[in-house]
């Protein structure tokens, strides 16, 4: 009876320890807001386990009385001193990774964290593509990094490394590269940098450079103009996939590419050209966005995933939302939010209800009723039959877009289910297989996508079960991916081996996803300026400057038709004056019923 009264006791001393915690900010209103954590950082859960009760024991917060395990662990108080720990370790894990690249790689284009070196394109392959598409020898991570430094309030290390890409990069380089990595990296990068520096009001602090001439314009101008030549000598309007940035075309370049790659250009051309008054590459990117669409099933009203750029044949009749097509919707709906055009908003209206019209299989409602959990699958783009039973990591940013086109319970849905799989993995496989509950491609190159909508559908909630989530998510990366010179891809999620390589946009996106969602003062949120993130994340301000043209013959063949929106109608940007799309009696309890969470992980093999 010894270990039952020990139990008993160690209960009522963790009830009593709650109590206690509950009653400290009442007691001493902001006394912990003034010093450090007294305790490490908790440590990462296994696969599957709960770590809310040791958080417990360490001070993080009491949870629900009553209620079911998920009530337990996710609904409790998440305390702003346990959130301010948060937003520090990831500022803490951006900077790791940014000085390890800045000390052993700069200016190659990457870190290899596990030898401590840079890694630059692959000269001795051409044809190894997952290097050549992205690594161009501009000192990518620098650059990709840029705009995560201002966001942070960084601003001696943003002015640094401004001026450091400015004296050190050039784009006259014999290295062909991916137009869409060279696009949403680089490009929109030098873009989102270019206007932080040039904004009066200055949310961040100050960012400005002394003596600053638009050099990053001109780069971005200069990069641009190197891409152009992909639009050339094709009799779609879609773009050639790759281009050499000294040479143009390469003469043996492929004719086919993929839905995402070639209309998702439009949100960083059309800035450049908006910013230069020359209209020469949103029209370009505008023609690739409208050719693509012309192409969609007559039946279903579906795209592929991959088109001959000669013939408009298309190569990959899949239609989904991840690889090979997500970022082609998502700019739908961001060129409409930045630049104002009625077009573009019908097209992503009519490309999401051919979404939820195939792609979507479950019950109807995400919080009600009976059936699977909704899930978005793949399918064949003309009938609409189901085409396989994977979905990749790439499909994570949906519940995001749903946020801010206010679907926030298909969202809410949508992202259980990828969370589920991160909490069997620590990871999100590349790809996994809803039916057979394993992964088919086991590795995870450190994607922002889990993060990002996770980080949205906290600013469209305020639900404390987002903060949960991001907490799980950054345990999970310093457990398994921390390397000696920063954070590693997972060669397989299962068996947590580690490959040599840390991406560009573990910087430029999965570090700053994390960090704003627990820095609530952040000025992203304070400022009162509306901001919106690339496929990217690089942030740009939503304001009057992008919906003026010089021009009016290259929107649409219609006169008058491409209607404008207004900056004060841009609600679904406003991530703070989100939240009334959720109903109040459920705000601040589990974003989805505890009957459908197990659901939920019940599906992926957790329980």
Known sequence: MQWRSLVLGLLLLRLGLQAL?????????????????PFPFPPPPGPGSSHWGSLLRRGGGGGAAGGDEYERRYSGAFPPQLRARLRD??????????????????????????????????????????????????????????????????????QKAVKLVIDTVSFDKDSTVQVFEATIRVLGSLLSAHIIITDTKQPFGDMTIKDYDNELLHMAHDLAVRLLPAFENTKTGIPYPRVNLKKGVPPDSNNETCTAGAGSLLVEFGILSRLLGDSTFEWVARRAVKALWSLRSNNTGLLGNVVNIQTGHWVGKQSGLGAGSDSFYEYLLKSYILFGEKEDLEMFNDAYQNIQNHLRRGREACNEGEGDPPLYVNVNMFTGQLMNTWIDSLQAFFPGLQVLIGDVEDAICLHAFYYAIWKRYGALPERYNWQLQAPDVPFYPLRPELVESTYLLYQ????????????????????????????????????????????????????????????????VHKSGNKYMFTTEGHIVSVDERFRNSLWQDILSGEENSAEKIKPNELKAVNFSSNCNRVPDERRYLLPLKSNYMRQIDRMVGLI
């Open 460 to 523: 469209a909630t305020k639900n404390p079960f987002y903060l949960h989530v991001g907490m799980d998510i950054l345990q999970s990366l310093e457990k398994y991916t921390k390397a000696k010179c920063g954070y590693a891809t997972l060669h397989h999620v299962v068996e947590k081996t580690k490959e040599d390589r840390m991406e560009s946009f573990f910087l430029s996106e999965t570090c700053k996803y994390l960090y704003l969602l627990f820095d609530e003062e952040n000025p």
């Open 21 to 37: 915690l509950a009653l400290l900010p009442a007691l001493a209103p902001g006394l912990c807001l003034r010093r450090r954590f």
């Open 89 to 158: 370790a990831a500022r803490g894990m951006f900077v790791f990774g940014y000085d390890s690249y800045m000390q052993h790689a700069f200016p190659r284009d990457e870190l290899d964290p596990l030898h401590c070196r840079g890694r630059g394109p692959d000269r001795h392959d051409p044809s190894n593509l997952n290097i050549n598409d992205v690594l161009g020898n501009y000192s990518l991570t620098l650059i990709d990094a840029l705009d995560t430094l201002a966001v942070m309030g960084n601003s001696s290390e943003f």
